[in-house]
């Protein structure tokens, strides 16, 4: 009896496969019925998500299950003979491969932790249905002390990976928890506007945003649940807000050097964060040298981002290191052919009476 | 028996502050815990060094420079254990230790050089005893307050420059680090407060020269805070003033 993993994921299959591919969430218990009626495949897990479609099972014959398993899913989502390449994986290679993905070295951001949720969801739901026996149960426990270890033992989730998060995280370096700082965006493009929203799911508050068309101003502000001010009227908010995201198209500097310098002499020395992403710059470059003033541009926060996936990339070697030492700790057939007779009171076939109902809760 | 526990606890600073050094350079998170209790086994033989010094000569073991140094030393170590996570500041140890071991290093070869001896006394004016406490604690804290100038000057020109390095990650917020040099500025004047009362309280009356120096000492800080409280001075003047001020405070200890 062994463990096998069939799938594809951002690396393997454009997004037009995957979107096909995908389960949708409320049918996954009726697949995993119908995978787990698949003669080879005694228990199943489906992992799916927008950049990955995995499905991990438990078989006697992982090679005819694999086999089984890539017909069901041609058949189900009318993919035509070698339109899609899956991979294959089987024994200790299903488990390494299960190990990364939850310790987010598969993720397309490197060290995300969206993944490892999504996997515990992935194996709750399998759980709920019935679905998992001692394999899977054993597999996906395992691969959450994986993805645990490999987190707190490594700087995979250290640097920010993207202008967003760089921006969010230099905020946090000056301001400590964003509860309670106030945002201004001058420019209502599409890059201040993820960028506040990275700062709202940190805690920001009290977004003001200004654009030259005020109703494109009080639409984003509207999404944003914060207020619009008109362009001509910005500058007198200044003092209200500690992060201000500018992107106007104006061709020349829209925040001059004088206006901070007044500005920060009414702050009582509190801190004050620019983020300028327009090209060309709204923010004179000057203004970095005010103190307490932190002026960040574009390119800046691009390189941020460059070097924080550059050492997460580096990491890369370390969490694999993390990976191996946790297999050798466990035992490879402890994580891909579990002899039978082993105890734990587990079928290794679920049995077709606990089908549909959770293998836990009787 | 007394400097073998100096001298281990020097040790156990200078190789805190090697191992978090490494453990910062390394490709592995560092080890918070690791640091917490290279620090307490410090704190344990400085504070078998102070009760056999204390011991030796029947009162509060500040008779000579290198007692006060390892007294200063030892606020600094108990105040940043007991404050350090409260206060949220990551890294105050590590940019302590170098100043404690500096600290401890001249006590040692100070005791080597020119050991005084016991210095007993009569009678024990416990006011006396409160005062040199108090005012050695304080020290501790303004000692901690420059230390956490000197986080904010070295954050703040991280920020500023916009190429942060490794170190940065590992660093608190320079809002964290303004906080806790108040704060600490805070707890310092409170404590030098009570040590100064407590001088006007001894049988004996002190020293002129030994009450205008420390004196001047709370004076110093006591305009500093009030002046931050009132007119809240800007990061950058209020790190450099305790900077600066514990630089004086330092001075003022080989006059004491």
């Not at chain 1, 694999?320 to 579990?338: S, T, Y």
């Not at chain 2, 206060?87 to 140890?93: E, H, M, T, Y």
């Not at chain 2, 404690?100 to 024990?124: E, K, M, N, T, W």
């Not at chain 2, 709370?218 to 514990?246: D, E, G, M, N, Q």
């Amino acid at each position: 009896m062994s463990i096998f993993c069939l799938g594809v994921n951002h690396k393997t299959a454009p997004v037009e496969i995957r979107e096909r591919l995908a389960f949708a969430e409320k049918a996954v218990p009726q697949h995993l019925v119908e995978i787990c009626g698949i003669e080879e495949i005694s228990e199943a897990v489906v992992l799916s998500t927008c950049n990955r479609v995995e499905i991990y099972g438990g078989s006697e014959n992982p090679a005819a299950a694999l086999d089984k398993l890539t017909e069901y899913l041609s058949g189900h989502f009318a993919v035509a003979p070698g339109e899609v390449e899956f991979y294959r994986h089987e024994a200790v290679a299903a488990a390494h491969h299960l190990f990364e993905v939850a310790s987010g070295l598969d993720s397309m951001v490197l060290g995300e932790t969206e993944i490892f949720g999504q996997v515990k969801k992935a194996y709750a739901t399998a759980q709920t249905t019935g679905m998992t026996a001692r394999r899977m149960n054993k597999l996906f426990q395992q691969s959450f002390s994986v993805g645990k270890r490999v987190r707190t033992s490594t700087r995979i989730q250290q640097g920010s990976t993207s202008i967003g998060s760089a921006a969010v995280d230099l905020s946090e370096k000056i301001f400590g928890q964003l509860n309670g700082c106030r945002v201004m965006i001058i420019g209502a493009g599409e890059m201040s506007r993820v960028t506040a929203q990275s700062l709202l799911s940190r805690g920001a508050r009290s977004i003001i945003v200004s654009n030259r068309s005020f109703d494109k101003a009080e639409e984003l502000a509207s999404e944003l649940k914060g207020r619009a001010v008109r362009f001509d009227d910005w500058e007198n908010c200044l003092d209200e807000v500690d992060i201000i995201i500018s992107s106007t198209a104006a061709p020349h500097a829209v925040v001059r050097y004088e206006m901070i310098q007044r500005v920060m002499a009414e702050r009582r020395g509190h801190s004050l964060f620019l983020i300028d992403i327009a090209v060309p710059r709204d923010i004179e470059n000057e203004v970095n040298e005010i103190d307490n003033v932190y002026l960040y541009n574009i390119d800046q926060l691009q390189q941020i981002a460059t070097e924080g996936i550059e050492r997460r990339e580096k990491q890369i070697v370390v969490c694999r290191a993390v990976i191996e030492e946790f297999i050798r700790e466990k035992g490879i057939e402890a994580l891909a052919g579990w002899p039978d007779g082993r105890g734990g009171g587990v079928p290794d076939r679920i049995q077709p009476e606990t089908m549909a109902r959770p293998l836990t809760n009787p | 028996m007394d400097e073998l526990y100096l001298i281990l606890a020097t040790l156990a600073f200078l190789g805190g502050f090697v191992l978090a050094v490494v453990s910062l350079r390394s490709e592995k998170p560092r080890k918070r815990g690791l640091n917490i209790s290279i620090a307490v086994v410090g704190l344990v033989f400085q504070s078998l060094f102070l009760h056999v010094r204390g011991d030796m000569h029947g009162r509060c073991p500040i008779t000579n420079g290198a007692e006060v140094l390892v007294f200063v030393s030892w606020s600094i170590v108990i105040l940043y254990l007991a404050l350090g996570k409260a206060f949220r500041l990551s890294l105050l140890g590590v940019f302590s230790m170098p100043m404690v071991f500096l600290f401890q290093v001249v006590a040692i070869l100070y005791l080597l050089v020119a050991d005084p001896g016991p210095r007993p006394v009569a009678v024990l004016d416990p006011w006396l005893e409160l005062h040199a406490a108090m005012s050695l604690l304080a020290y501790g804290a303004f000692g901690l307050a420059g230390v956490a100038g000197c986080m904010y000057f070295f954050q703040d020109r991280q920020l500023k420059s916009h190429r942060p390095g490794r170190l940065f990650y590992s660093m608190p917020p320079i809002r964290y680090l303004v906080d806790a040099l108040v704060r600490l500025l805070f707890i310092g004047v409170v404590l030098m407060s009570v040590g100064i009362v407590a001088a006007f309280l001894m049988k004996t009356a002190p020293a002129r020269g030994h009450l205008l120096i420390s004196g001047a000492v709370w004076i110093v800080y006591l305009i500093l805070l009030v002046t931050h409280l009132v007119k809240r001075l800007p990061p950058k003047p209020l790190s450099f003033s305790a900077v600066l001020a514990f630089a004086f405070a330092l001075l003022t200890l080989s006059a004491l």
